[in-house]
Nanobody
């Protein structure tokens, strides 16, 4: 069955970096667009950006443009989110999913917690 497992989160100081990973299985990863989302405390889920099957990425949150980079390794069935110059407002639980025409279409993983704090 389809499985998405996020990892790589943690506690980091403002200005620091983290790289999140999303290990995918149970489907043909290389053929699917993927998405990263996050949920800050007390807020709704926010779509950060997508990466298409060809590797091109698009970002939907202005505050992460230039700081976050979505990439994929189809040979490893893994999605990545490189986050640089992290800010306290980046704190939240980060999720990956398969991006369908109507939104996320895969099962939800447990997410990975990112906390940006001094």
């Amino acid at each position: 069955q389809v499985q998405l497992v996020e990892s790589g989160g943690g506690l980091v100081q403002p200005g620091g970096s983290l790289r999140l990973s999303c290990a995918a299985s149970g489907f043909t990863f290389s053929k699917e667009s993927m998405t990263w989302l996050r949920q800050a405390p007390g807020k709704s889920l926010e779509r950060i950006g997508d990466i298409m099957s060809g590797g091109s990425a698009i970002y939907f949150v202005d505050s992460v443009k230039g700081r976050f980079t979505i990439s994929r390794d189809d040979a490893k069935n893994t999605l990545y989110l490189q986050m640089n110059n992290l800010k306290p407002e980046d704190t939240g639980v980060y999720f990956c999913n398969i991006q369908g025409g109507l939104g996320p279409m895969g099962p939800w993983g447990q997410g990975t917690q990112v906390t940006v704090s001094v």
